[in-house]
């Protein structure tokens, strides 16, 4: 018989505002890295809440994503990533640098409405820390310049907890290759109050959409491309 592998506990970093050690380690070589693999633009840091937590959401199309989101977005607050479990079982590697520079809040996508999972944001967002979430909740299907729909968990949890959320819209990361540029477009904060949980999706929809680039496939040589579109 197969052995179950148990998903990985949540709040394995304490969830809060203040950055780990682990974090600024990473952060201190992992960023001159990624600017050396891709030449990465980002537009918009001034948009980004000075004061208080909030929420990020940004669309989805590949590994590479999430790693712009921390490079992007200050030291303090720490980022916390909702991470599906499965995923994050697999990609081993991928967790354990998430891991090391964010926070963590497991996502079972096989339950719906999940009391545990709203506690967990509830709690990091309640200690000044930020939530990033991909609301789009995948990859497959996805293309460069277009929006799924958006999941209605992030407004809920805007909502609750009256904090922004802040739209950023990702371009050039569904294939990678050795300096390809990609870009990180951070929008204006979405207030939550006096907002509807129908209201805020279709704000921050329509806000990621506005913010998405036209996309068009570069030209020229793409060194390296199988290996590092499929590196995690």
């Given at each position: 018989?197969?052995?179950?592998?148990?998903?990985?506990?949540?709040?394995?970093?304490?969830?809060?505002?203040?950055?780990?050690?682990?974090?600024?380690?990473v952060r201190l070589w992992a960023q001159p890295l990624l600017h050396l693999l891709f030449r990465i633009q980002v537009e918009g840091r001034e948009k980004v809440p000075s004061r208080g937590?909030?929420?990020?959401?940004?669309?989805?199309?590949?590994?590479?994503?999430?790693?712009?989101?921390?490079?992007?977005?200050?030291?303090?607050?720490?980022?916390?990533?909702?991470?599906?479990?499965?995923?994050?079982?697999?990609?081993?590697?991928?967790?354990?640098?998430?891991?090391?520079?964010?926070?963590y809040v497991p996502v079972n996508k096989q339950l719906h409405g999940d009391a545990r999972l709203?506690?967990?944001?509830?709690?990091?967002?309640?200690?000044?820390?930020?939530?990033?979430?991909?609301?789009?909740?995948?990859?497959?299907?996805?293309?460069?310049?277009?929006?799924?729909?958006?999941?209605?968990?992030?407004?809920?949890?805007?909502?609750?907890?009256?904090?922004?959320?802040?739209?950023?819209?990702?371009?050039?990361?569904?294939?990678?290759?050795?300096?390809?540029?990609?870009?990180?477009?951070?929008?204006?904060?979405?207030?939550?109050?006096?907002?509807?949980?129908?209201?805020?999706?279709?704000?921050?929809?329509?806000?990621?959409?506005?913010?998405?680039?036209?996309?068009?496939?570069?030209?020229?040589?793409?060194?390296?491309?199988?290996?590092?579109?499929?590196?995690?």
């Amino acid at each position: 018989m197969k052995e179950t592998v148990p998903p990985p506990p949540a709040d394995l970093l304490p969830v809060g505002r203040k950055a780990t050690l682990g974090f600024r380690f990473v952060r201190l070589w992992a960023q001159p890295l990624l600017h050396l693999l891709f030449r990465i633009q980002v537009e918009g840091r001034e948009k980004v809440p000075s004061r208080g937590n909030f929420i990020i959401i940004a669309n989805h199309l590949g590994w590479l994503d999430p790693f712009l989101i921390l490079a992007s977005f200050r030291t303090e607050p720490r980022v916390h990533f909702l991470g599906d479990t499965t995923i994050l079982r697999t990609r081993r590697v991928q967790w354990l640098i998430v891991r090391a520079v964010g926070g963590y809040v497991p996502v079972n996508k096989q339950l719906h409405g999940d009391a545990r999972l709203f506690e967990h944001v509830d709690h990091c967002l309640q200690r000044g820390g930020v939530v990033a979430l991909f609301p789009e909740g995948t990859t497959d299907g996805t293309d460069e310049g277009r929006l799924l729909p958006f999941k209605k968990g992030f407004a809920h949890w805007a909502i609750d907890n009256q904090v922004p959320v802040v739209p950023v819209a990702l371009s050039g990361t569904k294939d990678l290759w050795f300096r390809k540029a990609v870009r990180v477009i951070i929008g204006e904060s979405l207030q939550a109050q006096d907002q509807t949980v129908e209201g805020l999706v279709a704000q921050a929809h329509a806000s990621v959409a506005a913010l998405l680039p036209a996309y068009r496939e570069p030209s020229g040589p793409k060194p390296l491309r199988r290996w590092l579109t499929h590196l995690f």
